[in-house]
T-cell receptor, first 115, second 112 residues
Framework: DTGVSQDPRHKITKRGQNVTFRCDPISEHNRLYWYRQTLGQGPEFLTYFQNEAQLEKSRLLSDRFSAERPKGSFSTLEIQRTEQGDSAMYLC?????????????FGPGTRLTVL | GENVEQHPSTLSVQEGDSAVIKCTYSDSASNYFPWYKQELGKRPQLIIDIRSNVGEKKDQRIAVTLNKTAKHFSLHITETQPEDSAVYFCAASKANAGKSTFGDGTTLTVKP
């Protein structure tokens, strides 16, 4: 499968614990995005990378959230001291990021449940 | 920042009828408008997109129209089939500028 992959697919954690999610983009894609989706809503932008540089962060991304893309390939999203309000689907997407065509392809998501 | 509104939130049609979903956007600098289909428990899948230099684009039973002046765009599905049942999201972005802003989705149900 050459699409965007995410791991784990599901995560259940207790409030206050830290969690980390991984995203592997389509191999030739330079841009990588993180979104959060709650039930009945569209994906909400969190942050995105151009290669290893984090170019934009949403104000939704509190200081408990951090994302990295150390070598410009896979990315990790860490949530520290999780809260029940963090329960959501975390979606990763990637795009080629050049030539004016920036179609984003989504991964299957990581569903986080905070108890 | 950009704001995208999508209507209706739910839409039910009979098999074979047409379905139309409408979105408006606020940022006149947005120039790329994709539509995604999301089935229950699955990832959003791109079904069609349009850029601001084009007024209409069609792909088999699916078409998208864009009115830049009014800042709205629409998805048209003709000859609907039960497998078209899903949540559809519109989005707006500036090409080569990162994030997309999504609407809240339309749940389409096609009754056989």
């Amino acid at each position: 499968d050459t699409g965007v992959s995410q791991d784990p697919r599901h995560k259940i954690t207790k409030r206050g614990q830290n969690v980390t999610f991984r995203c592997d983009p389509i191999s030739e894609h330079n841009r990588l995005y993180w979104y959060r989706q709650t039930l009945g809503q569209g994906p909400e932008f969190l942050t995105y990378f151009q290669n290893e540089a984090q170019l934009e962060k949403s104000r939704l991304l509190s200081d408990r959230f951090s994302a990295e893309r150390p070598k410009g390939s896979f990315s990790t999203l860490e949530i520290q001291r999780t809260e029940q309000g963090d329960s959501a689907m975390y979606l990763c997407a990637s795009s080629l990021g050049s030539g004016g065509l920036d179609t984003q392809y989504f991964g299957p998501g990581t569903r986080l449940t905070v108890l | 920042g950009e704001n995208v509104e999508q209507h209706p939130s739910t839409l039910s049609v009979q098999e074979g009828d047409s379905a139309v979903i409408k979105c408006t956007y606020s940022d006149s600098a947005s120039n790329y408008f994709p539509w995604y289909k999301q089935e229950l428990g699955k990832r959003p899948q791109l079904i069609i997109d349009i850029r601001s230099n084009v007024g209409e684009k069609k792909d088999q039973r699916i078409a998208v129209t864009l009115n830049k002046t009014a800042k709205h765009f629409s998805l048209h599905i003709t000859e609907t089939q039960p497998e078209d049942s899903a949540v559809y999201f519109c989005a707006a972005s500036k090409a080569n500028a990162g994030k997309s802003t999504f609407g809240d989705g339309t749940t389409l149900t096609v009754k056989p």
